[in-house]
C-alpha cells in the first residue's frame, strides 16, 4: 500500500522560511519523479517544483518560487524535501507531493501533472 505522509508545515509571518518534509512508502521511491503541489482556496492546483528520479539532477520551479525554494530528494530515506524562504502571504496553501514514473520531464509533471500516487498535504499559512 503506498503512502505519502508530508509534515513542516505550519503558521509563519511574510519572509519568514519553512521546510517541508515528505516521507514515501510502498513503491520504489528512486525510480519516480517527485513533485511539490500547492492547493490554494479559490485556485487551481500549482506545480511548485518538480525533481527527476534517481539522483535527482533536473529540477523545475515555478516562477512564482523560483530563486525562493529549493527541492531536494534523499533516496536512502525516501523523502523529498522543500525548502521555502521569503514566503508571502501568496505561497498559503496546502502542499502536497506526488510521484510519477513515466513523465518525459520534470517540468511536463508540475505543469500538466498526471501523477501515479499523492499525498494529503501540509497547511502553510503565511500572515502577520
Known amino acids: 500500500q503506498w503512502q505519502f505522509v508530508e509534515s513542516g508545515g505550519g503558521l509563519v509571518q511574510p519572509g519568514g522560511s519553512l521546510r517541508l518534509s515528505c516521507v514515501a512508502s510502498g513503491f520504489n521511491f528512486n525510480y519516480y519523479n517527485i513533485g511539490w503541489f500547492r492547493q490554494a482556496p479559490g485556485k487551481d492546483d500549482e506545480g511548485v517544483s518538480c525533481?527527476?528520479?534517481?539522483?535527482?539532477?533536473?529540477?523545475y520551479y515555478a516562477d512564482s518560487v523560483k530563486g525562493r525554494f529549493t527541492i531536494s530528494r534523499d533516496n536512502a530515506k525516501n523523502t523529498v524535501y522543500l525548502q521555502m524562504n521569503s514566503l508571502n502571504p501568496e505561497d498559503t496553501g496546502v502542499y502536497y507531493c506526488a510521484a510519477d514514473l513515466s513523465v518525459p520531464t520534470v517540468q511536463e509533471m508540475c505543469t500538466n501533472p498526471l501523477y501515479d500516487y499523492w499525498g494529503q498535504g501540509a497547511q502553510v499559512t503565511v500572515s502577520s
Open positions: 525533481i527527476s528520479s534517481g539522483d535527482g539532477t533536473s529540477t
